[in-house]
């Protein structure tokens, strides 16, 4: 203990302690009642969608069977055996957001069985004939389901290789998978029109019109989780722009787990941390990786490996600029997250 002077309270004093704490209650009382005073908006049905997926002839779905996760809980999927010359290659199909195996993803996987694939489509916990509609139990549940299917798969097909493809959200589910601790489990990955987050390039406002996210709920959810609070990740956050009376078949809105979780942003690397200016290695490897998967080395790199040669002279410090900021800013914050993923995959298709 010590004093600041005599018109200056006992730093430590019990009291003003008290005031602190008390403070402090007050205002994470004031977050939860934003996050009850702001109930997810119902979005109107886009029709571009639903006319979409009234197009898809459902004559030939194939029955839903049924795995044990290792909750206990029983969950769904579609099997369809490969026609045709069989390849001796297995896929696994995720659908996408509000979806299901016995939506429009069926054509998708019909057309793989039909060329000799032998093909899987799952319903993700939370949709379908699996869990409770738009909700999990955790974030990472999902991947610990993946994981307990091909589990089950491999005592039918033990030796046949595995592709994961994903179609918009389940794209973007794939790409977290690919770099997960479960990315051994599969030889290849596919993303057709991923979902790479709402900041990415190639994300329309509102997802197009499709889905609606509670902002202020997602901060209030967010700003309690830095505090250590996990209370309220059962809440909806985001509302997807399904027909109305469908809830049999679709998903109307996702809790907080369900969003964080059937999403791309999972367990990557951290971003590397800023290197000191007379370390110029790291730009010498660099490589600009668009998310599509084509592979161009940047001009820093080429600088760098021309200069081993006795050829143009590198001059790290202009690229360092323009490594950090300007247009390559936006392109760098999307696709160096997910860089060493996608190259992973280059490789797998091109060997």
């Known amino acids: 203990m010590f004093w600041l002077g005599e018109e200056h309270a006992e730093i430590g004093d019990p009291r003003s302690l008290l005031k602190w704490v008390l403070c402090g209650v007050g205002v994470l009382a004031l977050v939860v009642l934003a996050l009850l005073a702001t109930p997810l908006q119902p979005v109107p049905e886009l029709q571009s969608i639903s006319r979409a997926r009234a197009t898809v002839d459902l004559s030939t779905l ?5 795995f044990q996760a290792r909750d206990g809980s029983w969950l769904g999927f579609r099997h369809y055996a490969a026609g045709g010359t069989p390849t ?3 896929a696994i199909v995720i659908h996408g957001s509000s979806g299901s195996s016995g939506g429009t993803i069926h054509a998708l996987s019909q057309a793989l069985a039909a060329h000799g694939v032998e093909t899987f489509v799952v319903d993700i916990r939370g949709h379908g004939t699996s869990g409770t509609r738009g909700d999990i139990g955790y974030v990472g549940q999902l991947e610990d389901d993946l994981a307990d299917f091909v589990a089950v798969l491999r005592k039918t097909v033990p030796s046949a290789p595995l592709t994961l493809i994903g179609h918009s959200a389940g794209g973007g589910f794939t790409l977290r998978v690919a770099g997960s601790p479960i990315q051994n489990l599969f030889q290849r990955f596919v993303l057709l029109a991923p979902s790479l987050g709402y900041d990415a390039p190639s994300t329309r406002p509102s997802s197009g019109g ?3 996210a509670d902002i202020p709920r997602i901060l ?4 309690l989780r830095a505090i250590g609070v996990s209370c309220c990740e059962a809440l909806p956050v985001l509302a997807l722009a399904v027909p109305p009376n469908s809830e049999k078949t ?11 979780n059937f999403a791309v942003r999972g367990q990557f690397p951290p971003r590397s941390r800023r290197r000191d200016k007379t370390d110029h290695d790291h730009l ?11 592979i161009r080395r940047s001009r820093a790199w080429r600088e760098g490996h021309g200069r ?21 800013r936006r ?14 995959m280059w490789r797998g298709w091109a060997t």
């Open 284 to 294: 010498r490897r660099r490589r600009r990786i668009d998310v599509y998967g084509q």
């Open 250 to 260: 679709l998903v109307s809105t996702y809790t907080d787990w369900l969003m964080r």
């Open 331 to 344: 392109r760098r914050c999307c696709h160096a997250r997910h860089g060493g993923v996608i190259a992973a």
């Open 210 to 212: 499709w889905a609606s």
């Open 220 to 223: 209030g959810l967010t700003a």
């Open 62 to 66: 194939p029955a839903v069977e049924r």
């Open 88 to 90: 001796g290659r297995v």
């Open 308 to 328: 081993r040669q006795g050829a143009r002279r590198y001059q790290p410090h202009r690229y360092r600029r323009r490594a950090e900021g300007g247009i390559h």
